[in-house]
């Protein structure tokens, strides 16, 4: 025990999360755990509700992916009941998912990764016209003027010298991990900031088609609020032109952000840190359930495909089918939860048991008991095989498919970092392939709006399919699934009705794939697996290097586990004196 690390909770991510490392000799990573360390629970709160409303509170499962949650229950309900919906909803919906890939992989390199890479102290010694000639020398980003880093440097110094550092105030600064020169610090921090105030205005793009940011709203059947090409009258409570002209505005402020500051940053960081493109890959499986529906019709025609590859195999793709009670399993052989069929058993989403068993040490603890249970999270499975979700995921397939714009910056991008394609499977190739995704899918948004803007011209203004509305028109017993690619990666809501209620209900979310335990073969999750791929650890007081590949994941605890008692009640009131 003595070489074991523990890192709790990994800070810069959404819910509590804990890593303990073996480590063996030079300080190598032999043995990996993750650990989920809040209690599963939203599937029973959902049991008898209405299905048409189980959106609502399926999509607080997470604050950070605020709407992808509410897009995975209404698809599961219309899959359930058959409902279609109307081409002009797909493409909302499709601009509301792009909007926050947008938004959610901007803020993650920004102000939950870079600071892996970032030394925000150096900063303080950079010269700012030093500063000034290396952004231009990466980008046409108007903001590069020595007199703007001159100005970041100064706002960082007060900030610094008030002593109220927040977030900085614990970064292993100085650590001889961080490689990049004081003037690429202070460029990074500059950006840092854009970052906050440019976020802003992204999610505007829910609020006009949602209403509301965070958790927009949604409607089973379609898109919730009207639209049209008018102004005035009636057309003032719908989302109209002049609602329509702000989206266009905020696409191409995200567009250019992208192009002239995140895609540039990225690939200048990199440059700096290439050794890590050769560590953390892990499990070489990898596995998307596909979105964004180009038709009308309920996920099909999807423009990020659906598959599983295996051993890094890109000319062999294995096809998913979700409700193939044989493809996709959840097991609970080392997490806090018993199967009513023993905790060996692996259980499809339809038949999921949420039964708590918490059996390990009270916290706090020294170390997990790892030969037991030690997490809060289950361990998912396709076909028995760990498989690891998100945007290296995506991009991996999209390049397989032959998808040209993806094969095109994949390709500029090694290129430039004088890096194989392998280089992907890899810490950074996982960081470098959420930046490249979010080029290709903001690419995507100006052709769904003016698809969507055509539509309206020519007259056709529907977002909604009011058919099957009423439960009298529903059949008694309905199974179905709801699937989507949150920016975290594969994510299915699976829901069964009976009598026009729900009878059971199970979600399945991107980081309960990779951050699931071991499952009853021994097979580690894509978190413990990636950490014991080539990972040694310069100073275990300062594990720098755990977390820059478990950031690499964007890692979401608050969804994959959630807080309930097991009769529906609350369990902790709190007064505030």
């Excluded at 949604?218 to 002049?242: C, E, K, Q, R, Y």
């Excluded at 529906?293 to 990020?304: A, H, Q, R, Y």
């Excluded at 080029?439 to 709006?449: A, L, P, R, S, T």
Aim: aromatic share 10%.
């Amino acid at each position: 025990m003595n070489n074991r690390v523990v890192v709790d909770p990994i800070t810069r991510i959404e819910g509590h999360l804990r890593i303990e490392a073996e480590l063996g000799d030079a300080n190598a990573i032999t043995g990996a755990w993750s650990s989920g360390t809040m209690v599963r629970g939203i599937e029973l709160i959902l049991k008898g509700r209405d299905p048409r409303e189980a959106w609502a509170y399926a999509q607080r499962i997470c604050g950070v992916c605020t709407l992808v949650h509410g897009i995975a229950s209404v698809r599961s309900v219309e899959n359930a009941l058959g409902y279609e919906i109307p081409a002009n909803a797909q493409i909302i919906r499709n601009l509301m998912i792009a909007a926050q890939y947008v938004h959610d992989h901007v803020m993650h390199f920004y102000h939950l990764h870079a600071l892996d890479w970032v030394d925000v102290v150096s900063a303080l010694s950079a010269d700012p016209k030093a500063t000034s000639e290396l952004a231009q020398s990466i980008s046409s980003y108007p903001k590069s003027s020595p007199g703007y880093f001159a100005d970041t440097q100064k706002k960082l110094k007060d900030f610094v010298d008030s002593g109220q550092l927040g977030i900085f105030a614990n970064g292993f600064w100085g650590n001889p991990g961080y490689k990049l020169p004081p003037e690429a610090n202070l460029m990074a921090v500059a950006h840092y900031l854009e970052a906050l105030a440019w976020q802003r205005e992204v999610v505007q793009i829910h609020t006009v088609f949602g209403g509301k940011n965070p958790h927009p709203n949604f409607l089973v059947g379609g898109a919730p609020s009207p639209v049209s090409s008018a102004t005035g009258g009636a057309a003032a409570t719908a989302v109209n032109i002049v609602g329509l002209e702000q989206v266009r505005e905020v696409i191409n402020r995200m567009q250019a952000f992208v192009d002239q500051v995140y895609l540039p940053d990225t690939l200048a960081i990199a440059s700096f840190y290439k050794d890590w493109f050769a560590r953390g890959e892990g499990l070489g499986n990898f596995m998307t359930y596909g979105d964004f529906p180009l038709k009308g019709e309920n996920n099909k025609d999807l423009f990020i495909p659906g598959g599983v590859i295996l051993d890094r195999q890109l000319d062999h793709i294995e096809p998913v089918d979700l409700s193939d009670p044989e493809q996709v399993q959840e097991f609970v052989a080392h997490a806090w939860y018993d199967y009513s069929g023993g905790k060996e058993t692996g259980l499809h989403p339809w038949d999921g048991e949420t039964n708590l068993n918490y059996s390990g040490p009270k916290p706090p603890y020294d170390y997990l008991d790892v030969e037991a249970s030690y997490s809060w999270l289950k361990s998912p499975r396709w076909r028995g095989h760990a498989v690891e979700v998100g945007p290296l995921a995506r991009v991996l397939m999209l390049y397989a498919t032959g998808h040209e714009q993806t094969k095109e910056l994949a390709g500029m991008a090694l290129k430039k970092l004088d890096l194989p394609l392998d280089a992907m499977f890899s810490t950074l190739g996982r960081t470098a392939a959420r930046t490249l995704e979010t080029k290709i899918i903001v690419d995507q948004m100006q052709g769904w709006f003016d698809a969507l803007m055509a539509n309206i011209k020519a007259g056709d203004i529907s977002v909604h399919n009011p058919t099957m509305w009423e439960p009298s028109t529903w059949p008694k017993e309905a199974k179905g699934v709801g699937f989507m690619e949150a920016p975290r990666g594969a994510l299915a809501h699976w829901v069964v009705i009976k009598d026009g209620r729900i009878d059971n209900y199970q979600a399945v979310v991107p980081s309960t794939w990779n951050a699931g335990p071991r499952d009853s073969k021994g097979q580690p999750g894509a978190y413990e697996a990636a950490l014991m791929d080539r990972t040694s650890i310069y100073d275990p007081k300062q594990p720098l290097e755990i977390q820059r590949t478990i950031h690499s994941f964007d890692p979401c605890i608050a969804c994959a586990v959630h807080v309930t008692e097991p009769n529906g009640d609350h369990m902790l009131e709190l007064s505030v004196r």
